[in-house]
């Protein structure tokens, strides 16, 4: 200690001092190891790490919504069957090619009768059909627009005066039954006439729930521009009564004459030439394409039924009575099933602005189911050479 050194404890024994450079090489290797030992353990249990995707680009892809619910109501649910991605990734499986996108593919439909198939669900609606389901939930009491949007319509690529979309919908027979039959079905020809728009959508709705066994084409607003016209309006936008504008024989004389009859009334106008309007230019290739065995047309506010046909008439529908009217210049009943043999049932409702209640509309439908079959049998009957026709 007298030449003032300092030996630390142990140093006796020989030890020399540590070089300060190789401890902090030591400190840095070891860091150095406990990285990587790190990244070797999360890339071992990384979800992607394969050496198949080694050096592979980054594909960046937009999120998806949750697939399993797309879209859900008190009534209703839509429902994907696909397994998800997060399966195959469990199950280790690679990813499969890519396919070309599609719109809720495979979708089911949750109702109060189960699980049935959504027809036509795989594309959405068009943004025409999307904004003509919006406007007539908005105009029309009984229309709902996530119903609307769900219940298969499409554009049918024809306008009215006004440009405004001509919607239809297809409904194909249910599956438990055997299609028989060809049925086309109208509202709205009159656009103050709401109530037959509501009662249409309520049958539709019926038939959701508990099939039919017949083909339906259904138009449910022939005349838009009528019914957003404001306040509606039972003429088209060109001032024309839809139900005596059709080209029906002997039109150019009969039209005049019934005109000054009803002492050219504004709302029974029939126009200046037969089928001019391009709503019933429309009707009239649905008629010829569609190639309908019977056509339903819905009107307000007579309160009662009407029917154009060889066939023995339905004698009841509802709380509605057989009352014939006979045919009009120009009306549906004299084209289709004076011209063209087609039985033409003409329901008035009793209230133009307000659909039936649940329970008459159900009726309705019902007794209507009845004379359908009656006269789809007969015409099977006949086919098959026993032609007796059955009283309706």
């Not at 037969?274 to 008629?287: H, V, Y």
Request: glycine share 10%.
């Amino acid at each position: 200690m007298a030449n003032g050194s300092f030996k630390k404890k142990g140093s006796a024994q020989g030890g020399a001092n540590p070089n300060p450079k190789v401890l902090v090489a030591g400190w840095i290797g070891s860091m150095v190891l406990v990285a990587l030992v790190t990244v070797l353990v999360t890339y071992n249990f990384s979800d992607d790490g394969s050496e198949a995707d080694a050096g592979a680009p980054e594909q960046v892809t937009q999120s998806q919504p949750d697939r399993d619910v797309v879209e859900s109501s008190a009534d209703t649910q839509i429902e994907s069957s696909e397994a998800t991605d997060d399966a195959q990734v469990a199950a280790n499986e690679p990813a499969p090619e890519p396919e070309q996108p599609q719109f809720m593919p495979d979708l089911q439909l949750i109702g109060r009768q189960g699980i049935v198939p959504l027809a036509g669900a795989n594309m959405p609606p068009s943004d025409v059909v999307a904004g003509w389901c919006r406007d007539l939930a908005a105009r029309v009491d009984g229309v709902d627009t996530s119903d609307c949007m769900s219940g298969a319509f499409a554009d049918s690529g024809h306008k009215s005066v006004n440009g405004r979309a001509l919607v239809m919908r297809k409904i194909e027979p249910s599956k438990q039954q055997a299609g028989s039959g060809r049925v086309l079905l109208i509202a709205a020809t009159h656009g103050d006439e709401l109530s037959s728009v509501g009662t249409v959508f309520s049958w539709m709705n019926i038939m959701a729930d508990k099939g039919t066994p017949y083909a339906w084409q259904v138009a449910p607003v022939l005349n838009p521009d009528g019914l957003f016209h404001e306040p509606p309006t039972r003429v088209n936008a060109n001032g024309v009564d839809l139900n005596r504008n059709l080209p029906t024989a002997g039109w150019d004389k009969e039209s005049r004459d019934y005109w000054r009859r009803v002492g050219f009334e504004k709302r029974r106008f029939p126009g200046e030439s037969a089928g001019s309007e391009p709503e019933n230019k429309w009707l009239a290739e649905q008629i010829r394409e569609f190639k309908p065995d019977v056509i339903i047309s819905l009107h307000a506010p007579y309160g009662l039924l009407d029917y154009d046909g060889d066939f023995p008439a339905p004698r009841k529908m509802g709380s509605l009575n057989l009352h014939r009217l006979g045919v009009y210049p120009g009306s549906l009943g004299n084209y289709a099933s004076r011209m063209q043999g087609i039985p033409v049932i003409t329901v008035e409702l009793d209230n133009a602005d307000e659909a039936p209640g649940e329970q008459e509309i159900a009726q309705m439908f019902t007794d209507l189911n009845a004379w359908l079959d009656r006269y789809f049998r007969s015409v099977r009957q006949a086919s098959a050479g026993n032609g007796a026709a059955e009283a309706g």
